[in-house]
T-cell receptor, first 112, second 112 residues
Framework: EPEVTQTPSHQVTQMGQEVILRCVPI?????FYWYRQILGQKVEFLVS????????KSEIFDDQFSVERPDGSNFTLKIRSTKLEDSAMYFC??????????FGSGTQLSVL | GESVGLHLPTLSVQEGDNSIINCAYS??????FIWYKQESGKGPQFIID?????DKRQGQRVTVLLNKTVKHLSLQIAATQPGDSAVYFC???????????FGQGTELSVKP
C-alpha cells in the first residue's frame, strides 16, 4: 500500500491566520486529493489535483483554499484566513492507476 | 443528487459473530464502490472494493455485496474480532476524476 505522510499531525491556529498543511506521497501518483472530516461526521471531498492543476473541487473549497505542488513532491493545502468552522481533520489521498484512494493519517486543525 | 448513506449509525456484535454493515446509494451512475475502515485518530484504510459489473467480491474475512437494483451495498465481516472495532464507511465514485463520495459511517463495536 502506498505511503502518504502528512505534516503536521496537529495544528492549532488563531482565527484569521493562514495555515499550510503538507502531504508527502512516497512515490509518483496520478491524482492527489484533499478531504476533510469534521468531528463525528463523514469524510468530505475538497479538491482533486491532476497534472499540476485542479481537476475538480467542492463547494467547500472556496477562495480561501488553494493547493499546489511547489517542488514536484510535496502537495500542500493552504487556508488563507482560517475560520472556526475550518476546524477538522484534513486528509490527503493519492491514487494510482486504479480507483483506490490511499489516505494519509491526517492533520488535526484546530482554529481558536 | 448524489448521496451515499448508511442505514445504522452503530452496530454492536459479539466476538466471533459475523457482522453486516449496510449502505444505500442514490446515484445510479456510480460504477465503483469501496469500503474503508477508520480507527480513532487515523485516516481511512482500504478494506475492499467492487465494480458495478460485479455483485459480490470476497477478501480475507470480508465480503462486499452489491445490489444495483435497490442501490444497496453491504460489507460482511466473518468471525468479527476486537481489532475490527472501528467506523466503517462506504464510498462511491462515478467519474473519471476518481472523486469518492463517502457515506455517514457505521461504528462497529465488538464485545469480547
Amino acid at each position: 500500500e502506498p505511503e502518504v505522510t502528512q505534516t503536521p499531525s496537529h495544528q492549532v491556529t488563531q482565527m484569521g491566520q493562514e495555515v499550510i498543511l503538507r502531504c508527502v506521497p512516497i512515490s509518483n501518483h496520478l491524482y492527489f486529493y484533499w478531504y476533510r472530516q469534521i468531528l463525528g461526521q463523514k469524510v468530505e471531498f475538497l479538491v482533486s489535483f491532476y497534472n499540476n492543476e485542479i481537476s475538480e473541487k467542492s463547494e467547500i473549497f472556496d477562495d480561501q483554499f488553494s493547493v499546489e505542488r511547489p517542488d514536484g513532491s510535496n502537495f500542500t493545502l493552504k487556508i488563507r484566513s482560517t475560520k472556526l468552522e475550518d476546524s477538522a481533520m484534513y486528509f490527503c489521498a493519492i491514487r494510482q492507476a486504479t480507483e483506490k484512494l490511499f489516505f494519509g493519517s491526517g492533520t488535526q486543525l484546530s482554529v481558536l | 443528487g448524489e448521496s451515499v448513506g448508511l442505514h445504522l449509525p452503530t452496530l454492536s456484535v459479539q466476538e466471533g459473530d459475523n457482522s453486516i454493515i449496510n449502505c444505500a446509494y442514490s446515484n445510479s451512475a456510480s460504477d465503483y464502490f469501496i469500503w474503508y475502515k477508520q480507527e480513532s485518530g487515523k485516516g481511512p484504510q482500504f478494506i475492499i472494493d467492487i465494480r458495478s459489473n460485479m455483485d459480490k467480491r470476497q477478501g480475507q474475512r470480508v465480503t462486499v455485496l452489491l445490489n444495483k437494483t435497490v442501490k444497496h451495498l453491504s460489507l460482511q465481516i466473518a468471525a468479527t474480532q476486537p481489532g475490527d472495532s472501528a467506523v466503517y464507511f462506504c464510498a462511491e465514485s462515478g467519474n473519471q476524476g476518481g472523486k469518492l463520495i463517502f457515506g455517514q459511517g457505521t461504528e462497529l463495536s465488538v464485545k469480547p
